[in-house]
């Protein structure tokens, strides 16, 4: 499920069987790493759509929690404690980013955090792009997966 209207007349239907929440987390930043802060959300848009794809009916897929980089990470921690609270009521609360920083802060989230390194996508064809994104994809299925069996 997406953060769209229909999606959420859906969901509203059919929310006990939406367990899992999957929020992106994005790095803006309009220094030197701009361009690497926008690959980032390009290669993490594509990867949620391809999650969200696969466990339809499973997982809602919330907008990306956009954050400046030239914020804190104390600052940025606060946000998403906030995105946190709001989205108690799902048994599973997944983060998903290419922003390595948070990995140093992973033991503090209420949540799961998927960490993928970033691929830059620009200079390849579609067909490659596809590719890539649905390898990238299936190993986040197995985590998927493992978890929900878990429970």
């Not at 059919?14 to 959300?41: C, G, W």
């Not at 914020?71 to 997944?94: H, P, Y």
């Not at 290419?98 to 990995?103: L, R």
């Not at 503090?108 to 890539?132: F, Y």
Request: hydrophobic share 40%; net charge negative.
């Amino acid at each position: 499920m997406r953060w769209t209207p229909k999606d959420i007349d859906t969901f509203e239907e059919a929310r006990e069987y939406i367990d899992t929440v999957l929020i992106p987390l994005v790095p803006v930043s309009f220094e030197k790493e701009m361009k690497q802060s926008a690959s980032m959300y390009d290669f993490i848009n594509m990867l949620t759509a391809a999650i969200e794809n696969q466990f339809k009916g499973r997982i809602m897929l919330l907008p990306s929690l956009a954050y400046l980089t030239s914020l804190s990470i104390d600052k940025r921690m606060d946000q998403v404690k906030a995105w946190t609270a709001e989205v108690g009521s799902f048994k599973n609360i997944c983060f998903i980013t290419s922003d390595n920083e948070w990995k140093a802060r992973e033991q503090e989230l209420e949540g799961t955090l998927i960490w993928i390194p970033s691929i830059p996508l620009e200079h390849l064809e579609e067909n490659q792009i596809r590719a890539m994104i649905n390898d990238q994809a299936r190993q986040v299925f197995d985590l998927f997966t493992r978890k929900w069996n878990e429970s």
